[in-house]
Each structure stands twice: as structure tokens, then as C-alpha cells.
């Protein structure tokens, strides 16, 4: 129903930036909420980053909150996690996913669709 598209990822030195994109195709994909993980080796999946398409509402993990900002542009249906002051502690493959709920998202840390992942170097 849902492909998820992602691009950005890159190898950066700590305190540099890197925007990673999620691009979404499906017609009914206005109506899902989207969201970023990240998973380390030898680590959990966690969550990075939500947003709401309706509201526009952002959510963000404490890890991250001051650094990251996740933003959608509707009329590209795509949904971009703009990473600054880059810590190497933030090197992982990070996924973008979407699901009609947002709570799932947040709460369960689950999506109904998944990107392939992109990986995500910060180098000390």
C-alpha cells in the first residue's frame, strides 16, 4: 500500500549535518503519520522522530530533541529528518515509517511500513 523511499545518509564529522528524505507513494499515504528510527549494532530499534501529516504535530526522542527537526513537504509527499551537531553516538541505520496512527508510532515504536534503511556515520 505503502513504499518509503529514503535517501541522505553519509558518513559526517561529529558537529556536521546531515538531511536524510523519506519519500511516500500511495494514495491514501496523506493520511499516515511519519516516523524515523535508528538502530545501532548490538543495540535496540529506537524511536528518533514523529510527525502527524494531518496536525503537523512533531515528536521527538530526549536523544535527540535541540538537534534533530523532522519536517514534511506534502506536495513532494516526503518527510525529512534534518540532523545537526552530529554525535558519533548517533551513527546507525536509520529507517523511516509510516502508519495510520501516530500512537502506534509513539507509544508502540511500530509502523505499518518500513524504508530499507540508510546508514548514518558520525565520525569522532
Known amino acids: 500500500q505503502v513504499q518509503l523511499v529514503e535517501s541522505g545518509g553519509g558518513l559526517v564529522q561529529a558537529g556536521g549535518s546531515l538531511r536524510l528524505s523519506c519519500a511516500a507513494s500511495?494514495?491514501?499515504?496523506?493520511?499516515?503519520?511519519m516516523g524515523w528510527f535508528r538502530q545501532a549494532p548490538g543495540k535496540e530499534r529506537e524511536f528518533v522522530a514523529g510527525?502527524?501529516?494531518?496536525?503537523?504535530?512533531?515528536y521527538y526522542a530526549d536523544s535527540v530533541k535541540g538537534r534533530f527537526t523532522i519536517s514534511r513537504d506534502n506536495a513532494k509527499n516526503t518527510v525529512y529528518l534534518q540532523m545537526n551537531s552530529l554525535k558519533p553516538e548517533d551513527t546507525a541505520v536509520y529507517y523511516c515509517?509510516?502508519?495510520?496512527?501516530?500512537?502506534?508510532?509513539?507509544?508502540?515504536?511500530?509502523?505499518?511500513?518500513w524504508g530499507q534503511g540508510t546508514q548514518v556515520t558520525v565520525s569522532s
Open positions: 500511495s494514495r491514501t499515504s496523506n493520511s499516515y503519520a
Open positions: 515509517a509510516a502508519d495510520p496512527s501516530v500512537r502506534r508510532i509513539l507509544i508502540y515504536f511500530e509502523a505499518d511500513y
Open positions: 510527525i502527524s501529516w494531518g496536525v503537523g504535530s512533531t
